[in-house]
């Protein structure tokens, strides 16, 4: 697995880097120090996971995943930071990061390097716990204005619970495939990129 590596404190990349090619399936090909150097080194190495900070002192991270999703939409990004701010996380999910975990848990960094490699969405406990009250919302959205039907409802609910395609098939007595479809026209009706901003999208309205 290729990572770029972006944090503005230069020790920390050093560290991470140590600690990433310990395990012999992470290679650290390249290391920025600001969140202006997303992109450049994303389409100067294309590597498998961006792992980046959410504070920096130029451009953050949060402005960074969203110059590089707008060109490279299925870069798969999972934020490293100390920073727990109700703010970024919000943005963080709204926008499509694939995950978003503390460094404090350094024992949980490969792992989540490797579930997102692997294409899943990952978020540390602290973070999970917080989701539900950050995205509550008044605002009341009208589903079946947008073609949403029941069994489309329940899937997305589903998605929100943080379940699996595999979890949400066995749930519904519907095969993977069948849910995968769902999905994609789900998606497609509300005009969002992947199941994190749908999950957002939920708990919003």
Request: proline share 2%.
């Amino acid at each position: 697995m290729r990572i770029v590596l972006i944090d503005d404190d230069q020790l920390v990349c050093m560290s991470l880097k140590t600690i990433l090619e310990v395990d012999g399936s992470i290679e650290v090909v390249a290391i920025g120090n600001d969140g202006s150097h997303a992109l450049s080194l994303y389409k100067e190495y294309m590597p498998d996971v961006l792992l980046m900070d959410i504070r920096m002192q130029e451009t953050n991270g949060t402005d960074a995943l969203e110059g590089l999703l707008k060109e490279y939409p299925e870069a798969k990004v999972l934020f490293l930071t100390t920073f727990l701010d109700d703010a970024y996380i919000v943005k963080a999910l709204e926008l499509g990061a694939k995950g978003y975990i503390v460094k404090q848990n350094f024992e949980n960094i490969i792992p989540a390097l490797k579930a997102v490699y692997a294409g899943q969405n990952v978020y540390g406990d602290e973070i999970i716990s917080k989701i539900p009250e950050l995205m509550k919302s008044k605002e009341v959205f009208d589903y079946a204005s947008h073609d949403i039907s029941e069994k489309e409802y329940e899937i997305i609910k589903l998605v929100a619970d943080g379940l699996s395609n595999k979890e949400i098939a066995a749930a519904l007595y519907l095969s993977e495939g069948t849910v995968r479809n769902y999905l994609s026209t789900i998606l497609e009706k509300l005009d969002l990129r992947d199941s994190t901003p749908l999950a957002v999208f939920y708990y919003q309205h």
